[in-house]
């Protein structure tokens, strides 16, 4: 028996009075609103309008949603294709299981039509939200907690995760705690959130490179993170998927920091194809 290991929920739904509501789907909508809060309060300060970033999440949140479900049916088949498995399950975005490089791509989707819609510069409404959008990601991470899914190798250590034996893998049965890779990951995702608005005014990361800059630090994270995972996941040379997409992503967010503080240095004026006539003129140029 553990000395000290931290709790699993013992369901997976909260109720809001009578209505059950899944957790996991509650950790997502949660997070797409922080987002859109926190993206909205840093366009405003660059100058523009305080309701451009909620109207442009409205293509990106479906989007992200949809694209996050294919990610993870695409990589994790078996479940829902395989012997066993429920296709209908994969419909089942509320019960778990988003993939972040499928969101974050199909999401940027969204993103992008909504911008053409509204006039403005995509780069630009990237630096803004992306912050708020590894804060979502801190916050959806609970979700797996709730679901009891996505933990790390066993582990003795006292902030060892308790698995009831029914969420335990194959070949886990004796043993009772796990790492917390939802916790490393959330707190990771936080220290990410910090080290994009500091640096971003730091250093006037302006054209995608805040953006660029929260996608290469993600990448480190998860890249560790990812290692210490047991769930079942394809693997190519001996590393797993995700650790492979870490890598390569991780390597394009870097050549893109390079190359466009070369051709594009400082931060782009948004004032003019969105200004909001809230925002005051310091602000502007601090954000």
Same mark, same amino acid.
């Given at each position: 028996?553990?000395?000290?290991?931290?709790?699993?929920?013992?369901?997976?739904?909260? *109720?809001?009075?009578?209505?059950?509501?899944?957790?996991?789907?509650?950790?997502?909508?949660?997070?797409?609103?922080?987002?859109?809060?926190?993206?909205?309060?840093?366009?405003?300060?660059?100058?523009?309008?305080?309701?451009?970033?909620?109207?442009?999440?409205?293509?990106?949140?479906?989007?992200?949603?949809?694209?996050?479900?294919?990610?993870?049916?695409?990589?994790?088949?078996?479940?829902?294709? !395989?012997? !066993?498995?429920?296709?209908?399950?994969?419909?089942?975005?509320?019960?778990?299981?988003?993939?972040?490089?499928?969101?974050?791509?199909?999401? !940027?989707?969204?993103?992008?039509?909504?911008?053409?819609?509204? !006039?403005?510069?995509?780069?630009?409404?990237? /630096?803004?939200?992306?912050?708020?959008?590894?804060?979502?990601?801190?916050?959806?991470?609970?979700?797996?907690?709730? %679901?009891?899914?996505?933990?790390?190798?066993?582990?003795?250590?006292?902030?060892?995760?308790?698995?009831?034996?029914? %969420?335990?893998?194959?070949?886990?049965?004796?043993?009772?705690?796990?790492?917390?890779?939802?916790?490393?990951?959330?707190?990771? /995702?936080?220290?990410?959130?910090?080290? @994009?608005?500091?640096?971003?005014?730091?250093?006037?990361?302006?054209?995608?490179?805040?953006?660029?800059?929260?996608?290469?630090?993600?990448?480190?994270?998860?890249?560790?993170?990812? *290692?210490?995972?047991?769930?079942?996941?394809?693997?190519?040379?001996?590393?797993?998927? %995700? %650790?492979?997409?870490?890598?390569? @992503?991780?390597?394009?967010?870097?050549? *893109?920091?390079?190359?466009?503080?070369?051709?594009?240095?400082?931060?782009?004026?948004?004032?003019?194809? /969105?200004?909001?006539?809230?925002?005051?003129?310091?602000?502007?140029?601090?954000?």
């Amino acid at each position: 028996m553990e000395l000290a290991a931290l709790p699993s929920p013992s369901t997976g739904v909260l *109720y809001l009075g009578p209505v059950p509501l899944r957790a996991y789907a509650f950790c997502i909508i949660l997070g797409a609103f922080v987002a859109v809060w926190l993206g909205t309060r840093r366009w405003a300060a660059r100058g523009g309008k305080k309701e451009t970033i909620a109207d442009i999440a409205i293509w990106a949140v479906p989007f992200g949603l949809v694209g996050g479900r294919l990610y993870h049916v695409i990589t994790s088949p078996d479940a829902y294709f !395989g012997e !066993g498995g429920e296709p209908v399950k994969a419909l089942y975005v509320w019960e778990g299981g988003l993939g972040i490089w499928g969101a974050i791509a199909l999401g !940027g989707v969204g993103a992008w039509i909504g911008c053409r819609r509204h !006039g403005v510069p995509f780069p630009a409404y990237a /630096d803004a939200v992306a912050p708020g959008i590894v804060l979502a990601q801190a916050i959806g991470r609970w979700g797996n907690w709730f %679901n009891q899914e996505l933990f790390g190798r066993p582990t003795s250590l006292p902030w060892g995760l308790e698995i009831s034996p029914d %969420n335990r893998p194959e070949g886990y049965a004796d043993v009772a705690t796990f790492h917390p890779t939802f916790l490393y990951e959330s707190l990771w /995702d936080v220290g990410v959130a910090v080290l @994009v608005i500091w640096a971003g005014a730091r250093f006037a990361l302006g054209h995608g490179r805040t953006f660029a800059l929260y996608v290469a630090a993600y990448t480190v994270g998860r890249f560790w993170i990812e *290692y210490l995972r047991i769930d079942e996941a394809q693997h190519f040379l001996g590393l797993r998927l %995700n %650790n492979w997409t870490s890598i390569v @992503v991780f390597a394009g967010a870097v050549a *893109y920091l390079v190359i466009s503080a070369r051709r594009r240095p400082g931060v782009e004026d948004i004032s003019a194809s /969105d200004g909001g006539a809230d925002a005051p003129e310091a602000e502007k140029a601090s954000a």
